[in-house]
């Protein structure tokens, strides 16, 4: 599996950007993929998931409300729309794909395959 997260950038405190994470290697339709942040001197933090278990979405407390996510199955992507964006959503994010079980979403231990992580920095 290859994983290649795309659209980080530079924006300010409310503004927006679009994350897209492309799936590749495998049959897409049998992995569920997630979206994982990484602060400077932090832990990967969970943000959002849609599992294929049950096709429900998943999210960080701190990103409900602001961020969707989204599958596109025809095209082997993932989707992040990211709105009013806050400086604490400063960090290098990345996609993962793995086979987890529900209970096991939130934890970077479920999933095998890492795209190389794409920044994200929002000014106050």
């Known amino acids: 599996v290859q994983l290649q997260a795309s659209g980080g950038g530079l924006v300010q405190a409310g503004g927006s950007l679009r994350l897209s994470c492309a799936f590749s290697g495998r049959t897409f339709s049998g992995y569920t993929v997630a979206w994982f942040r990484q602060a400077p001197g932090k832990e990967r933090e969970f943000v959002a998931t849609?599992?294929?278990?049950?096709?429900?979405?998943y999210y960080n407390d701190a990103v409900k409300g602001r961020f969707t996510i989204s599958r596109d199955n025809a095209k082997n992507t993932v989707n992040l729309q990211m709105n009013s964006l806050k400086p604490d959503d400063t960090a290098v994010y990345y996609c993962?794909?793995?086979?987890?079980?529900?209970?096991?979403?939130?934890?970077?231990?479920?999933?095998?395959?890492w795209g190389q992580g794409t920044q994200v920095t929002v000014s106050s």
């Open positions: 849609l599992p294929i278990n049950n096709w429900r979405t």
């Open positions: 993962g794909a793995g086979q987890p079980i529900i209970s096991s979403i939130r934890s970077p231990s479920s999933y095998g395959y």
